[in-house]
């Protein structure tokens, strides 16, 4: 396959569109150019081409990773693609390639760039996903539970379905707002994702913000003023998840 050929794919933002431009390439054999998202706005003299969403195109692609490569490498990808790593399409495509030349020994070649890069950015995804579990708050809102994050890769669809587990009998929204996305779990349901660029929150019931003062209270009394270590909070629990959690929302 050519290393490069100069047409810029543009796709609908979805995984299954983004699996579509995987089939595309070895369709054209050659690698794009990039692959960028209909709604980002294109800054380059190289010609595009739309790739349309075909969802049975992209079983049929997610189908081939296990099985040419590795359950492994499957997981990769979808976690690859809910992360922030610089030209992701085109690095976990450049990944693909390489795991469909090699089969499951891809995933033991960490040194090589295409995949060290990809399992740097995995690791980042699911460590910030760990700490969003731990710091992550919900408010009564009277009718359901409702939270509000802004990670940096899109952790969502890592920490719901731990909640899921936590909270079958209810009802909650997390929204993410620096992604646009939110789940919304309706008691004993499954639950589901939506796309929603902004969401107003409803304000906490009148028993919640008691609740909440009063665990502001318990948690300034506790602290044994001698012993505080403003450095190793901040290591442990860094500042961008603060205003996530009620016993440090006001805290600067």
Not at 48 to 72: C, F, G, H, M, Y
Not at 127 to 135: Q, S, T, W
Request: hydrophobic residues 40%; aromatic residues 10%.
């Amino acid at each position: 396959m050519p290393d490069r050929s100069t047409v810029i794919y543009r796709y609908d933002g979805s995984y299954q569109g983004f699996l579509c431009c995987v089939a595309q390439c070895f369709q054209d054999k050659a690698l794009p150019v990039s692959i960028r998202p209909y709604d980002e706005e294109q800054q380059s003299l190289y010609g595009s081409k739309d790739i349309p969403t075909r969802l049975e195109l992209a079983q049929r692609v997610e189908r081939s990773i296990p099985r040419r490569i590795s359950p492994q490498a499957l997981r990769l990808v979808r976690e690859g693609f809910l992360t922030t790593l610089p030209e992701r399409e085109m690095a976990l495509l450049r990944f693909l390639l390489l795991g469909y030349k090699y089969g499951s020994p891809v995933t033991r070649m960490t040194t090589h760039p295409a995949v060290h890069a990809l399992e740097k950015a995995v690791l980042a995804l699911n460590n910030e996903a760990h700490h969003v579990l731990e710091f992550l708050r919900f408010a009564d809102c009277g009718e359901f539970l409702a939270a509000k994050i802004q990670p940096q890769g899109k952790v969502l669809p890592l920490v719901a379905p731990h909640f899921c587990d936590r909270l079958p009998s209810e009802s909650f929204m997390i929204y993410d707002g620096a992604h646009g996305m939110g789940f919304l779990h309706r008691a004993d349901t499954p639950g589901e994702f939506f796309q929603a660029d902004q969401v107003e929150l409803p304000s906490p019931s009148q028993a919640e913000l008691r609740w909440q003062n009063l665990w502001k209270v318990f948690y300034r009394t506790i602290a044994v003023e001698g012993r505080e270590n403003p450095q190793l909070r901040r290591q442990l629990c860094p500042k961008r998840y603060w205003p996530l959690m009620t016993e440090l929302g006001d805290a600067s």
